[in-house]
């Protein structure tokens, strides 16, 4: 089973940059879609971001984008996101996840994934 550990949270002002990591092991995610999502107190958890395994397209919500950047390391086996312009509605616990392999899509749903990493918290000050 592949395993997710996700680093690179805190706390970070209105305006400010942070970038998340999520490390794979026991397994490559080199052809898995690999997404962001994420959880604020009292809400369900939502999609923040994906990266397809095959071309690297990206396709982000509509409340991140233009400000965040998924990206992957295949040879490292990471996965990243750089978060710019943050706002304290952006405060969550992050998470990201893995696709079976050769996964096509859709990429927005939950329960698309097979592999879940335990989050890290982001914290946003206005």
């Known amino acids: 089973h592949v395993q997710l550990v996700e680093s690179g949270g805190g706390l970070v002002q209105t305006g400010g940059s942070l970038r998340l990591s999520c490390a794979a092991s026991?397994?490559?995610?080199?052809?898995?879609?690999m997404a962001w999502f994420r959880q604020a107190p009292g809400k369900e958890r939502e999609f923040v971001a994906v990266i397809r395994w095959t071309g690297g397209s990206t396709y982000y919500a509509d409340s991140v984008k233009g400000r965040f950047t998924i990206s992957r390391d295949n040879a490292k086996n990471t996965l990243y996101l750089q978060m710019n312009s943050l706002k304290p509605e952006d405060a969550a616990a992050y998470y990201c996840?893995?696709?079976?392999?050769?996964?096509?899509?859709?990429?927005?749903?939950?329960?698309?994934?097979?592999?879940w990493g335990q989050g890290t918290q982001v914290t946003v000050s206005s």
């Open positions: 996840a893995a696709s079976a392999p050769y996964y096509s899509g859709p990429y927005t749903y939950e329960d698309q994934y097979r592999y």
């Open positions: 026991m397994g490559s995610v080199s052809t898995r879609a």
